[in-house]
Nanobody
Framework: QVQLVESGGGLVQAGGSLRLSCAAS????????MGWFRQPPGKEREFVAA????????YYADSVKGRFTISKDNAKNTVYLRMNSLKSEDTAVYYC?????????????????????WGQGTQVTVSS
């Protein structure tokens, strides 16, 4: 089992920045990739970004490309999501997820069903 705990959410003005953190514990050696998803109010959960744990390849949703950056610290078993130029439409609960199995191609990384472990989520609210 892998346990994930997100932190760093909050209220920010449009155009501002936030950095989310996701600390992993437990059997972290089985992690193949980690991702960030979000669920806006009244909408379905959607892919934001993912990173391969070994090698660090990254994947982004078009809606955040150029504004958000996913990164990791292997020594701390932590993945980060730096969010710049925030917009009101970025308001959502942000979830961290971990996948233990091999994943190939963007379609795999962006699918919530590909991930085995999930955090509780952290609220991000962007005021306009």
């Amino acid at each position: 089992q892998v346990q994930l705990v997100e932190s760093g959410g909050g209220l920010v003005q449009a155009g501002g920045s936030l950095r989310l953190s996701c600390a992993a514990s437990g059997r972290t050696f089985i992690t193949y990739a980690m991702g960030w998803f979000r669920q806006p109010p009244g909408k379905e959960r959607e892919f934001v970004a993912a990173i391969k744990w070994s090698g660090g390849s990254t994947y982004y949703a078009d809606s955040v490309k150029g504004r958000f950056t996913i990164s990791k610290d292997n020594a701390k078993n932590t993945v980060y999501l730096r969010m710049n130029s925030l917009k009101s439409e970025d308001t959502a609960v942000y979830y961290c997820a971990a996948r233990s199995r091999y994943c190939s191609g963007y379609g795999c990384y962006e699918s919530s069903g590909s991930y085995d472990y999930w955090g509780q989520g952290t609220q991000v609210t962007v005021s306009s």
